[in-house]
């Protein structure tokens, strides 16, 4: 690994551990949560597809 490479690498882990802590807890709980009904939902709507289909 060169130096320029390596120090991409070091700099660009400060930056995410310094985003890290500016995020609201509660906020990406709910992003997270958000998103996994929506993949239910679309995961429910497969199901009733393929049981159409049958």
Known sequence: ???LSRASYVIRSKVNTLLNRAED???SL???YEQMRD???EVKQGIAD?????
């Open 25 to 27: 807890p509660t906020e």
């Open 30 to 32: 709910d992003y997270s």
């Open 1 to 3: 690994m060169g130096i």
């Open 50 to 54: 393929l049981n159409t289909q049958k």
């Open 39 to 41: 993949e239910l939902q």
